[in-house]
């Protein structure tokens, strides 16, 4: 089973992505002062995504983690870690493209975050870590984002058996899309989870109530965090956590 009872949480804000790299950069800017360790950045044209990772470095000191890459080239802007998707791992093409795409991570010092939306995935997690070794710095984590179409359920018991099913001492991250935000996020900290929060996850920030910004989203994920007694992790922790200690290579 997954790793329990971490003394902290850590954070990860999903901003939309924009036009502008100011813009997006600022969102990382002000979501670190309320407790966010990392920000997921989506896939963009290298150019630009080089030089939104390396504006988020300027500004800021949180982890950069690339969202759902399945082209290790991604990997020349140089990010802290990368989601690595299991979604498509069960044709024999998507198989071997997430076998390059795990070794290529390691190789190059890149942390790993295995992304799951459907709990079945995991069977494909537990056969990639048996079959090609474990992950950069030994640390195996997961992100769970639940309520995605086509995707598993974003409540709390799909959320309990997924984490069951998690190999013996890897660590979780959990994020509920849309309406299944705050069930998730509850049953992700009293299981000893991490959370996953932003306005690339949900426009919502209450029913009939728009969400303001990520501030506004990840401010409530700092406070229920708080609240159980499981603080968010300064981005120290949150490299610990996820092993992400050396430089990247290119």
């Not at 802007?77 to 989601?83: I, Y």
């Not at 890149?110 to 537990?126: F, K």
């Not at 309990?160 to 190999?167: E, G």
């Amino acid at each position: 089973m997954a790793r329990t009872g971490s003394p902290g949480t850590m954070l990860t804000v999903v901003p939309r992505w924009t036009e502008s790299t100011d813009v997006l950069v600022g969102a990382a800017q002000n979501s670190e002062r309320v407790g966010v360790s990392v920000v997921r950045l989506p896939l963009a044209e290298p150019g630009r995504l080089a030089e939104t990772v390396a504006g988020v470095r300027e500004r800021t000191d949180l982890l950069v983690q690339l969202a759902d890459v399945t082209d290790e080239r991604a990997l020349d802007a140089r990010p802290d870690c990368a989601s690595c998707p299991l979604a498509g791992a069960e044709s024999e093409d998507g198989w071997a493209a997430l076998v390059r795409l795990h070794a290529a991570l390691r190789d190059r010092g890149v942390a790993a975050e295995y992304e799951i939306t459907r709990i079945e995935q995991v069977s494909a997690l537990r056969r990639l870590l048996d079959d090609h070794g474990l992950p950069l710095g030994d640390r195996v984590h997961v992100g769970l984002v639940l309520g995605a179409p086509g995707g598993s359920p974003g409540d709390a018991a799909t959320l309990v058996d997924a984490v069951r099913l998690l190999p013996e001492g890897a660590t979780f991250s959990a994020a509920g899309l849309g309406g299944s935000t705050i069930p998730v996020m509850l049953t992700a900290l009293a299981t000893g989870g991490h959370l996953r929060v932003g306005t690339a996850d949900t426009a919502d920030y209450a029913d009939g109530q728009a969400a303001r910004d990520d501030v506004q989203l990840v401010a409530r994920a700092a406070g229920l965090a708080k609240i159980a007694q499981r603080p968010p992790l300064p981005v120290a922790g949150a490299r610990e956590l996820l092993g992400a200690h050396s430089p990247v290579q290119v």
